[in-house]
């Protein structure tokens, strides 16, 4: 089982709708959570953090489930822009040591 | 501009050349790492330190070789690759909570 799963994709989605992308993680012992955006052929790039009350970011709300080991990202109102592939991340890190793990991404296409 | 600097920005390298990856930060983070990304697939993580200390490697083969002299610095020294080791190589820093990446090295390997 991989450690951090998601769904592919890819999410082709028209301007304005409201999106879900889902993640789950293997390491229940995982402390910290977080969703990144990575664009074609650069770095990853921090979205957000995900807290354990969820959290929210303008268009961005953020969720976390520890019993069921499950995190999500929600897009509300889609831009053009926000064409992306976006990376769920957990820190398997224990003892103030962090070991980050990368989810294979969920690609999303907006179109006008 | 995450202040993660990585050089150099794109290397053309021969199976049988040496050079090295270098990243530095000034963030003062406790925890750099190396991730490949190859051509349409997912980060690898390859290797992480804290505190100036290896504390992950990934099953990573022995052509890769870090360094870590102090906290701010990270290197990745390279020898006798092969063609399949062409990537992006990313260095990230973080400081017990999210990682800040570098713009990452794109090698190519001839």
């Known amino acids: 089982r991989k450690e951090v799963e998601q769904d592919p994709g890819p999410f082709n989605v028209p301007e304005g709708a409201t999106v879900a992308f889902n993640c789950t993680y293997s390491n229940s012992a995982s402390q910290s959570f977080f969703w990144y955006r990575q664009d074609c052929r650069k770095e990853p790039k921090l979205l957000m953090s995900v807290y354990s009350s969820g959290n929210e970011d303008g268009r961005f709300t953020a969720q976390l489930n520890r019993a069921s080991q499950y995190i999500s990202l929600l897009i509300r109102d889609s831009k053009l822009s926000d064409s992306a592939t976006y990376l769920c991340?957990?820190?398997?890190?224990?003892?103030?040591?962090?070991?980050?793990?990368f989810g294979a991404g969920t690609r999303l296409a907006v179109h006008p | 501009e995450t202040g993660v600097t990585q050089t150099p920005r794109h290397l053309v390298m021969g199976m049988t050349n040496k050079k090295s990856l270098k990243c530095e930060q000034h963030l003062g983070h406790n925890a750099m790492y190396w991730y490949k990304q190859s051509a349409k697939k997912p980060l690898e993580l390859m290797f992480v330190?804290?505190?100036?200390?290896?504390?992950e490697n990934n099953s990573v083969p022995s052509r890769f070789s870090p360094e870590c002299p102090n906290s701010s610095h990270l290197f990745l020294h390279l020898h006798t690759l092969q063609p399949e080791d062409s990537a992006l190589y990313l260095c990230a820093s973080s400081l017990n909570t999210e990682a800040f990446f570098g713009q990452g090295t794109r090698l190519t390997v001839v």
């Open positions: 330190y804290n505190f100036k200390e290896q504390t």
């Open positions: 991340v957990v820190n398997e890190g224990s003892g103030g040591y962090n070991k980050l793990i």
